[in-house]
């Protein structure tokens, strides 16, 4: 893509394509049925943005079934780049160090966290 754009989703977007992720492929029946069930969405609204993140390139509509053309971790990559970027300049240390400042974590969180800065270390060596 040449714009990065495309992947950022407004909360209600995002939360809906969130139930897509969860269930896909699923019909857009079953999909308007979630959404009221989850989101307390109408018919009209589902179908609206559903239209709106199709035409977005994020999901995928054929013969009323919708599937997701972009993936979960890929949007997730995107909005936790703009978090670090507009309220830290960019700095991933700033923005850890405002996440553990705010509450403890667990030996096991500490060690996960541990694999994959590791891991990301290692990728540009």
Wanted: aromatic letters at 8%.
């Amino acid at each position: 893509m040449l714009n990065h754009e495309p992947l950022r989703l407004a909360d209600g977007e995002y939360r809906f394509a969130c139930l897509v992720w969860a269930n896909e492929p699923l019909g857009s029946g079953q999909l308007v049925a979630l959404a009221n069930e989850a989101l307390g969405w109408k018919k009209s609204t589902t179908y609206t943005v559903l239209k709106k993140l199709c035409e977005r390139g994020i999901l995928h509509n054929a013969n009323g079934t919708v599937t997701a053309l972009v993936k979960q971790a890929q949007v997730q990559q995107e909005e936790s780049a703009a978090v670090v970027q507009k309220s830290f300049g960019g700095s991933l240390p700033r923005f850890v160090a405002a996440f553990l400042n705010s509450k403890p974590i667990s030996d096991a969180e500490a060690a996960e966290i541990r694999a994959l800065l590791d891991a990301a270390r290692y990728k540009e060596e």
